[in-house]
């Protein structure tokens, strides 16, 4: 009797959170802006519920076969975790609420919907079972698809109680340690036939569209479609759709519409319709939110709405801090459009989600503020600790996506088809990657990403560009011709380039490099055939090989006129004994040098950000954008909080490196030749400038000015009138 006791009592006090959210009183309608269109429900929140965490079986078990648990206040969507190690701890946890249903029609059906759950869960509606998920253990990339349980039979009209039991066995672990309720939850009422996805394809013209709708339920004959303003709701076309067949994803509704009025999509004004299908009885069968806009590979230039666009891209990164799910899948207090708000203001335009997928309402923040995203595709993976060839950093397995002959399975091409589907009419959705770095240049892979390419143009038609993987193409342009002659298809083309950053070249032979493989590129495919985009660059994070920590030995002060030389060589020696990569430390220190290193990273750090894309910049228009991986769980590009609750409280100051980005990535730039080395006192230095105009206007009147700044004070010394 002790040892049980004892045990329970262990398991509570380890799993109780610091934070009280019995005073949190979330608003729903910053958390998803469907609400006002659809019948649903919103059930995200304060829920109460009892975890338990244990690397002990029959702990678990006795916690999960209890019928009651001490109770506390838990938000969801949010991670499930422990302090320390999480790493092979299994978790246990009970969720319950309670929630008001209105009074249905006839034939309404009740569908609850989790959009991502990541673990094994049962679901009890009013003490009845609702239905299980099926999960998979694998390492966590973002949502795969949502749970969706019918309960019409298990509901009644006002006071119903909702429970779920969740497990995971700690097996599959990300590094964010990912397990727990990780979207939004919500019942929708809805006919017996209705839309599961709704896909809508703008015209060339962005003055129309293709509306198709795969349903759910069974078939119909003909429904009528809205177009809608989204702020307003005000109905600007309306028109029919027909029985367009059963297809292999399902019964299925296509019509096409026309709008003469419609203003168009874009970063600058995000301009947002909706799209509402209607049975023949009136009901509401489905909603969708889309933009009318355009996105092409052209003439070797990337365009939107046929206008040519630069792309001023990030890698946005996981979070680790305390109720961050919650913050970005909820967007409570708007704490989530408050963070991308920073980035607009830092002139970025594109997102690059690293074999990732977002959630919903990150997609959806896209829309509204204007980004750009690429749609990346991810393979299980082995991590390779200290590995001394880049393209084994990260060893993908292909197993799961396709045969010895490279052929897709089945299976993986409808989940990706679903996949494709579920973020299909997102204005922000641009492009595609078919995934990072693979670096198999077998023939079975050039097989497999050429199959999904055709996947890609028989399910888009919007006919964004794909490419086969961002970084798949070597710095040097040394296997440009390769992939070419191997016959790959793809629209665009992705390199890793960090000359610059803290593991490769110089800073000085940053605009070299890349002016040097956007030759090869044109030498291969052709001057102004192909558009090309640096899809990782610069890195630097606050803790590469602790710095900071170790150069306490090497600097006595800041003020110390040079180094202690026999510490300095010391942990050099260490470091090339201790690992194979203590090249890249030695890099680092050239790039910056110790002191700045120690004393004045973040200002050193923004030179180098600022100067490695003033040469990516330089580079175009045969270079057509870059993306920045400059992120890492504790900073990105602004410090981030500890813990995101109380979210109407977060803030995310500007930084020197928030600076340094908005100069580098203004759409309108100046910027000179980088001031090599080894120039004296009295010589002549000749200089150049670019002038850069990625904006989507003319500008017929620019002036540009150069000042000198000094002990002196600053002096101009030149100026001129250009038109752009």
């Not at 980035?343 to 594109?350: P, Q, T």
């Not at 710095?547 to 510490?567: F, G, V, Y």
């Not at 330089?618 to 870059?626: A, E, N, S, Y």
Request: proline share 5%; aromatic share 14%.
């Amino acid at each position: 009797m002790f040892r049980l006791v004892f045990l329970l009592f262990a398991c509570m006090t380890f799993c109780f959170g610091a934070d009280d959210f019995s005073s949190f009183r979330p608003d729903l309608s910053t958390s998803d802006p469907y609400l006002r269109y659809l019948r649903r429900i919103p059930l995200s929140g304060v829920w109460e519920g009892a975890v338990c965490f244990s690397r002990d079986a029959e702990t678990i078990r006795a916690f999960r076969n209890r019928r009651e648990h001490p109770i506390r206040k838990m938000l969801v969507p949010e991670a499930l975790r422990a302090e320390g190690n999480n790493f092979g701890l299994a978790v246990a946890a009970v969720y319950r609420r309670s929630f008001e249903l209105p009074e249905r029609k006839p034939g309404d059906r009740v569908l609850l919907i989790l959009d991502d759950v990541v673990g094994e869960i049962t679901v009890q509606i009013n003490g009845r079972e609702a239905g299980k998920n099926h999960y998979t253990y694998q390492r966590y990339l973002g949502p795969e698809g949502e749970v969706v349980l019918d309960v019409t039979k298990l509901v009644r009209s006002g006071s119903n109680e909702i429970r779920i039991r969740f497990y995971h066995s700690g097996a599959m672990l990300g590094w964010g340690l990912h397990r727990g309720i990780y979207g939004l939850v919500y019942l929708d009422l809805v006919p017996q036939i209705h839309c599961r996805r709704i896909l809508v394809t703008p015209d060339e013209d962005r003055k129309g569209a293709a509306v198709d709708c795969l349903l759910a339920g069974g078939s119909t004959g003909a429904a009528r479609g809205e177009i809608f303003e989204w702020e307003s709701g005000k109905v600007v076309a309306e028109f029919p759709l027909a029985d367009s067949g059963v297809t292999e994803y399902g019964p299925k509704l296509s019509g096409r519409v026309r709008v003469p009025s419609a203003r168009e999509w874009s970063c600058d004004s995000p301009v947002l319709y909706g799209v509402r299908i209607r049975n023949e009885s009136g009901e509401i069968m489905g909603v969708q939110r889309f933009g009318f806009r355009t996105f092409r590979a052209e003439n070797g230039e990337l365009r939107l709405n046929g206008k040519s666009v630069y792309l001023r891209g990030v890698l946005p990164n996981w979070f680790v801090s305390e109720n961050a799910i919650y913050a970005f899948a909820a967007n409570p207090d708007d704490v989530a459009r408050r963070y991308y708000q920073q980035f607009k203001k830092m002139n970025v335009n594109e997102f690059r989600p690293n074999t990732m997928t977002l959630y919903r309402r990150q997609y959806e923040l896209m829309d509204e503020l204007g980004f750009l995203v690429r749609d990346e595709l991810s393979y299980p993976s082995v991590l390779l600790k200290n590995s001394t060839r880049a393209e084994h950093i990260d060893t993908k397995q292909y197993d799961n996506a396709c045969g010895p002959d490279g052929r897709l399975h089945p299976e993986f091409a409808r989940k990706t088809a679903e996949r494709l589907f579920r973020y299909y009419s997102h204005p922000c959705i641009a492009s595609y990657s078919f995934g990072n770095e693979l670096r198999d240049y077998s023939p079975r892979i050039t097989t497999m990403l050429n199959h999904l390419y055709d996947l890609y143009e028989k399910l888009d038609l919007q006919h964004r560009p794909r490419m086969s993987s961002s970084g798949r193409y070597w710095f040097t342009g040394s296997n440009i011709r390769e992939l070419y002659e191997k016959k790959e298809k793809y629209d665009f083309i992705s390199v890793h380039d960090y000359t610059g950053g803290p593991s490769s070249l110089p800073l000085t032979a940053a605009e070299d490099a890349g002016r040097h493989f956007d030759q090869e590129v044109e030498a291969v495919h052709g001057k102004g055939k192909i558009p090309v985009v640096n899809g990782e660059c610069v890195y630097f994070v606050d803790f590469y090989y602790q710095q900071k920590k170790i150069l306490d030995r090497i600097w006595k002060s800041k003020d110390a006129p040079e180094p202690e030389w026999d510490a300095y060589l010391d942990l050099l020696n260490r470091w090339y004994a201790r690992t194979p990569n203590a090249k890249l430390v030695a890099y680092f220190f050239r790039q910056m040098g110790t002191r700045n290193l120690k004393y004045d990273f973040s200002t050193w750090r923004s030179y180098h950000v600022e100067r490695i894309l003033e040469a990516n910049r330089k580079l175009w228009p045969g270079r057509d954008g870059f993306d920045i991986l400059m992120t890492n769980h504790r900073f990105d590009f602004f410090p981030l909080p500890k813990n995101f609750y109380p979210f109407s409280q977060v803030r995310f100051p500007w930084s020197p490196e928030s600076e340094a980005m908005r100069r580098a990535c203004a759409p309108v730039g100046a910027f000179m030749d980088l001031v090599k080395g080894n120039l004296f006192t009295g010589q002549e230095y000749r200089n150049r400038i670019t002038v850069i105009n990625n904006s989507a206007w003319e500008i017929p009147d620019l002036a540009v000015r150069v000042d000198l700044a000094g002990a002196d004070g600053t002096k101009t010394v030149w100026k001129q009138k250009v038109g752009l």
